[in-house]
Structure formats: structure tokens, C-alpha cells
């Protein structure tokens, strides 16, 4: 470990590990129809449409994930925000949430003005049950904000049963777990509301956005006035009847971040092949776990073994490095090619941050 320089004659990878697949050609169809109509926003109707394609989106996504009710949103991040709002977190609440996430989820409650109560996580990348009962104990907090931090699934009937014991009520961060179950039962239907992403490294690809799950009528209610419906509220048709919003429409502030029928456009085909996708990212999954699973050198993370879980991307750790070791190892890889995002590392890069750089919340050392 002392030379990261890799030998000359070793291969050089020279492709590109995040560069996503390309738009289907029927999503980018329709996307031109939506443009050449104009009617690009989601209350945006022709005479005679009775749905628009975020409207369409949002009844075929709930289908897809067994919901009673879908909220088409911006991004996954502005889904977060709006469930929080939703389920009644309020200024100064204390939310517990996963020590290893990335930013925006503290950052969504940081900005519904509560505070974060990190909980740790196992060596198997899931949050930390143990730990987690104590932080309940000791803050006294109703809400956990559960990230299914780059796909790995705790046991959530485990889990289920001690927020049960607590009376704490979850939301359940998506991003990385979209078309994954565990137990039979979809992630994101484990907690009173579920939030996913549809940014360009998610396993569909709009740029940014975002949709908002549940079962609750009027959580959704509020959802969809915050998420800056008017009162157009009744052109959402994955959602409650109008009689649920007459004491949500007046006291529910409107904090726009709609999805636009163009990303609802680009979506909608991408949903039909989701569960194909979903397949074959797995199946590269394993290849690349046998390889490394062949070496005593690469720590690898578990799944319980009634999770079904989706990859799009791949951890491991390497216990025995110090600092500076990992360094060397990760610059002899990108010298290969291979770009390695390391959480351990101090400061922060790109998308990589650990929680101790968040520093608009309370120092808490994990």
C-alpha cells in the first residue's frame, strides 16, 4: 500500500460507473408531445383531458407500490419535507434519523425547522436498533425519519414492533430502496408515509423529483395542499375524496413543489419496465459480490434474509486500512478508473458527507 501506482500492464478501466442509461425512446415521445402542447404544468388541462400525465402518474405509481394514495413532488428531498410537515413535526420537534444518510435527509428536517437525533448504524449499513431504542428513551421524540441508506433493509419487523412499543411514528426515505419489499410488504409501506426519489442516479431517471405514498387520507390531504395544489385539489385522482380537505384546505400553508406533466411524461414508461431494470441491476449486483466475496480483504454488508432488496450501487468497507492507507487505496484505483466515494473521510465531497460536517445541527458524536 505504500505505491498506488498500478502496474503498466494492468488494465485501465475507461467507461463510466454513474452514467445512466438513456431516456426510453417512448418516454422522449411523449415528453414532445407535452412540450408541443404547452401544457407543461400539472392543473394544465385540454378541454375534455380528464387526467394529465401527473395525475396519471401519480394513480399508476400508487398501484405499483400498493398505496391507496400517490403525490407526484419535485424531488425526493421536497418529499421528505412534505411528509414531515404532514404528519406534524413542528418547529424545535426532535426527529431521530440514521447517522449514515446523505445530507438531504437531516437537511429535509432542518427544514421544516426541528432537529435531527442521530442514530447509529450496524456494520451491515442499516440503523442501529439498539441504539435507536435508547435515542427514543432519551429524547422523548414521536418521529423517526428512516433512510434506507443505499438499499440495505433492516429487519423491519423488528423494527415495526419497537416504534410500536414507543408509540413512534416513521417515515420511510425510499430513495435507494424503490421496487424493494421486505417480508413481502413494499418499502415504504412499512412507516405512515413513504418518500422517493426519481433524481438521475435513482432507479427511474427525471433529473430531479419525487413522489409521497400512504395510506393516511388526511395525511395525504395535507400533502397535497402543501405540496401548492390551490384548490385544485380535486385533480388529483390518487387521492382522498374533497370532503377529506374541508378542514385541511384553509389551515394548511401552500409551500409549492409540484411535479410538471414533462417529468410525469418521462416517467410513466419508465415505471412499466421497472421491475425488469430492477432485475438486472441485481443480477450485476451479485456478479461484483462473488468476485469480492472471494477475498478476505472486502467487509460486505448482510441482507436479512426476508429482504428483497434493489442495488444500484455497491458498499464494502476495508477494516484493517488506517486513514492514510485508505487514501493510497482509493488513489491506485482511480488510476485504474475506478472512482471510490469513501464515507469515512473528513471533509465532504460530492454527494459524500459524514455527520459530522452537517454542522447546522448539534454536534453528536456517533
Not at 325 to 341: A, N, P, S, T, Y
Request: glycine residues 6%; hydrophobic residues 40%; contains cysteine.
Amino acid at each position: 500500500m505504500n505505491n498506488p501506482t498500478p502496474d503498466k500492464d494492468l488494465a485501465v478501466f475507461e467507461g463510466n460507473f454513474t452514467q445512466q442509461e438513456p431516456i426510453p425512446e417512448s418516454a422522449i415521445q411523449k415528453a414532445v408531445e407535452v412540450m408541443r402542447g404547452g401544457r407543461l404544468h400539472r392543473y394544465n388541462l385540454a378541454e375534455n383531458e380528464i387526467l394529465s400525465e401527473t395525475s396519471a402518474l401519480e394513480v399508476e405509481y400508487a398501484q405499483y407500490q400498493n398505496a391507496d394514495y400517490c403525490l407526484a413532488l419535485a424531488s425526493g428531498g421536497y418529499a421528505i419535507q412534505t411528509a414531515l410537515r404532514a404528519v406534524g413535526v413542528g418547529m424545535d420537534e426532535k426527529v431521530l434519523t440514521n447517522g449514515f444518510t446523505l445530507s438531504p435527509v437531516p437537511g429535509a428536517i432542518a427544514a421544516v425547522g426541528a432537529k435531527p437525533v442521530l442514530v447509529e448504524c450496524t456494520d451491515d449499513l442499516v440503523i442501529d436498533l439498539s441504539h435507536l431504542e435508547k435515542q427514543i428513551i432519551a429524547s422523548n421524540s414521536k418521529f423517526l425519519l428512516l433512510s434506507h441508506m443505499r438499499g440495505h433493509l433492516a429487519d423491519m419487523d423488528s423494527l415495526d414492533h419497537l416504534l410500536k412499543e414507543h408509540n413512534v411514528l416513521m417515515i420511510e426515505d425510499c430513495a435507494h430502496t424503490m421496487g424493494a419489499s421486505f417480508n413481502g410488504v413494499k418499502s415504504g409501506n412499512h412507516g405512515a408515509v413513504g418518500c422517493f426519489s426519481t433524481q438521475t442516479y435513482k432507479h427511474m431517471n427525471s433529473g430531479e423529483g419525487g413522489f409521497l405514498t400512504t395510506n393516511d387520507a388526511e395525511i395525504m390531504a395535507r400533502a397535497v395542499i402543501l405540496s401548492g395544489s390551490y384548490m385544485l385539489y380535486e385533480r388529483h385522482a390518487a387521492a382522498p375524496p374533497a370532503e377529506v380537505f374541508k378542514t385541511i384546505k384553509l389551515k394548511t400553508p401552500n409551500c409549492s413543489g409540484r411535479m410538471d406533466n414533462l417529468r410525469a411524461a418521462i416517467l410513466r414508461p419508465q415505471l412499466e419496465s421497472l421491475d425488469d431494470n430492477c432485475d438486472r441491476w441485481n443480477q450485476r449486483f451479485v456478479t461484483i459480490k462473488n468476485i469480492l466475496q472471494s477475498s478476505n480483504v472486502f467487509k460486505l454488508p448482510a441482507s436479512h434474509k426476508d429482504a428483497d432488496e434493489v442495488f444500484s450501487s455497491f458498499q464494502f468497507s476495508i477494516n484493517a486500512l488506517s486513514e492514510a492507507q485508505h487514501k493510497l487505496f482509493m488513489e491506485g484505483c482511480m488510476q485504474r478508473g475506478v472512482e471510490l466515494k469513501w464515507f469515512g473521510a473528513e471533509d465532504p465531497k460530492a454527494y459524500t458527507s459524514r455527520y459530522d460536517s452537517w454542522h447546522y445541527i448539534e454536534p453528536q458524536p456517533l
